[in-house]
T-cell receptor, first 115, second 114 residues
């Protein structure tokens, strides 16, 4: 079984500031980890994912995330926020084993960008 | 760019009525999914579908729910007798194959049960 905790339902940063969205997971098997973004009235779009290999993964729009097994974390960062980054961000996990592949999502973090 | 589409965007129904939510996954994708998000809550997995059968389902996916791929392009979610608590945003997703881990999501159908 897997679970995801996203700390902070709302995060507000100034334009140009560092973005840090936190995600912690639990999984009984090695996890696959994902960050999705949702803009208003749109579906979920994959930002980046970790499956195996390099623990620092880069995604679209300048975002990156680092898988830290010892901390069971997969925090999302971006060095410099842009107004267009304002959206809802979801962290998700699934087990790496065969078979079950439904994603388990966190509750989401609403990112607000202050001008 | 190929995308998952869902219809309708918003469905309003009376409690006890049957509803069918429709999805057109990306062409040549093999794995299909339904998720739901009750307002203010997390996105929850309902069911996955592969090779014309359910491969996994959550506790939420009880006998009131069913899925079907009737014609090789559409993927539907049927709720037989809707309850107030079925009001939610329902997302369809698809994935190309075993080697791909990315699920592509549709824009969702907002279901309101009165």
């Amino acid at each position: 079984a897997q679970s995801v905790t996203q700390l902070g339902s709302h995060v507000s940063v100034s334009e140009g500031a560092l973005v840090l969205l936190r995600c912690n997971y639990s999984s009984s098997v090695p996890p696959y980890l994902f960050w999705y973004v949702q803009y208003p009235n749109q579906g979920l779009q994959l930002l980046l994912k970790y499956t195996t290999g390099a623990t620092l993964v880069k995604g679209i729009n300048g975002f990156e995330a680092e898988f830290k097994k010892s901390e069971t974390s997969f925090h999302l960062t971006k060095p410099s926020a842009h107004m267009s980054d304002a959206a809802e961000y979801f962290c998700a996990v699934r087990g790496s084993g065969g078979g079950a592949d439904g994603l388990t999502f966190g509750k989401g973090t609403h990112l607000i960008i202050q001008p | 760019e190929p995308e998952v589409t869902q219809t309708p965007s918003h469905q309003v129904t009376q409690m006890g009525q049957e509803v069918i939510l429709r999805c057109v996954p990306i062409s040549n994708h093999l794995y299909f999914y339904w998720y739901r998000q009750i307002l203010g809550q997390k996105v929850e997995f309902l069911v996955s579908f592969y090779n014309n059968e359910i491969s996994e389902k959550s506790e939420i996916f009880d006998d009131q729910f069913s899925v079907e791929r009737p014609d090789g392009s559409n993927f539907t979610l049927k709720i037989r007798s809707t309850k107030l608590e079925d009001s939610a945003m329902y997302f369809c997703a698809s994935r190309s194959g075993r080697s791909s881990n990315e699920q592509f999501f549709g824009p969702g159908t907002r279901l309101t049960v009165l």
